[in-house]
């Protein structure tokens, strides 16, 4: 009797493991198919999610070039755009601190979200519209906003442009681009230039300036075209007392092709003519050489005489009334020059203009020609 209740109680135990081990096998199974199914789930969820939102990108108070200040927060600005939508995230532009866009600041935006859109697609990019600020008198002021639809940026972006107020200082300009050296697009600005505005000789050479610079944009600034593409662009306006003309590309810049396009002995023999000395020659001053050359960089004989054709004009305009006068503004790279004509006393010593250099800690990554003309 004793030896049947062992072998019972024996025989209970194992059925109690076995149970026990059958259980343990189910909650790891359905532990594994919980998980499974939890994956699944939250893949199924990644698909459907919605992209990551946006970068959310400040344009600076001041799009502009010329002042120091301007230059460092336009260029960082540009930057980071390039950076960020080189990202498939995208970036959205705020113009909610903006409140003046200068010429020069204006083409270079437009040129680097051009190469964007090139490059990416309409899509990477998008823009608010800038909000409506009050001017000294209390009218709504949507300058800015003017400014950005004149020069085409809401068009490039696919983005409705909205009917506001005309302004003068806006509608006086004209914006247009192309990717070959045909001057035809370019003419069709300069044609509205009128012709009572600058003698007729000036008016030739400033063609001819523009031509090289557009020709330099597409035959040295761009040396692989499959990746940057030889666009650029061009702005021009008129008003009572200023002409202005201005040409941007975003090659490899004026510093890095003229070594490369000029020989050593003619770049030697600008260097000691203007006295640089042997010091390392900055972007500025490899700018300054450059409007010295007398013939073009290609050696082509219908492409003028090279960066010559960009001074010309301006020493050959008359000193204004006021004494002031006309200039020319070269960015290339982290390099600046401006050239005014000489004052009274400088022009009585036989020297007609005043070269003034000048590099930034940052690079625009292009090249920006720049004419204005007091008529």
Known sequence: MKKNTEFSLLRQEIISRKRRKRAKKAKVKARARARAKAAGKQGRQAKRAKPTA??????????DLYREENYSRLTDFLADLKKFCSSRRGVKISFRNTTKITASGGIILLANVSRIVAQHGAGRVTADYPPSRKDKHGSPNRIVEAVLNRIGFFELLGKHERAINNYANVTCWGAVSGETADLSKSGQ???????????????RNLVRGVGEAISNAVDHAYPDTEVNGDRWWMFTATNDTHLTVIVCDLGVGIPCTLPFTQEPSVLNSIKVFLGLGESPMKDGNLIQISTYIKQSRTKASHRGKGGQDMRTIIERLAEDEKGMASGLNIFSNCGRLRITKSKKADAAAGKKTMDITSDHKTSILGTIVEWNIRI
């Open 54 to 63: 946006r970068k959310c990108l400040v344009a600076p108070p001041v799009i």
């Open 189 to 203: 600005l300069i044609e509205r230039i009128p012709t009572e505005t600058i003698n007729n000789p000036e008016l």
